[in-house]
């Protein structure tokens, strides 16, 4: 069972989650903070895919985002901006990462369809060798 911290409005629990993102996930997140989207949206598919580590990315950036303009201090606003590009630095790499495996399953596609294609246009013939006859009494 986790245990929730509080530190202002932020669970210690989703601050210091660790999860391995799906690319598909981090382009919903970013769907969802784009305008006119960023007032609100609703996240829909098929059951475990990802739906609530979607919204945690989304909450993450609006704390991130929200902390950035309500620091008090230099250092403060500082530290939140650090933390703001760093979420940028990561979506910026999930999103390269999604376009490199997209790019390696189209290669891979593209190779197996020139693969069956080649096999197709392969001729099969055949040629009698000779015939056996058979005299049954």
């Known amino acids: 069972m986790t245990v929730l911290r509080r530190r202002g409005a932020r669970s210690q629990s989703i601050e210091h989650a660790r ?14 903070l784009r305008p006119p989207f960023s007032k609100g949206v609703i996240l829909a598919d098929e059951a475990g895919l990802g739906k609530t580590i979607e919204a945690g990315i ?20 500082l530290a939140a901006q650090k933390r703001v590009n ?9 999103r390269r990462e ?7 399953i189209d290669a891979e596609r593209d190779s197996l369809i020139e ?9 099969h013939a055949t040629k009698r060798l000779f015939t056996l006859r058979w005299l049954l009494e």
């Open 98 to 104: 999604l376009f490199e495996e997209q790019d390696r």
């Open 86 to 94: 760093g979420l940028e630095r990561q979506r910026s790499r999930k």
């Open 19 to 32: 999860v391995d993102l799906n690319p598909h996930q981090v382009d919903a997140a970013l769907f969802a």
């Open 58 to 77: 989304v909450i993450a950036q609006r704390w991130a985002e929200r902390e950035a303009r309500a620091s008090q201090t230099l250092q403060e606003k």
């Open 115 to 123: 693969s069956i294609e080649q096999q197709l246009k392969l001729s």
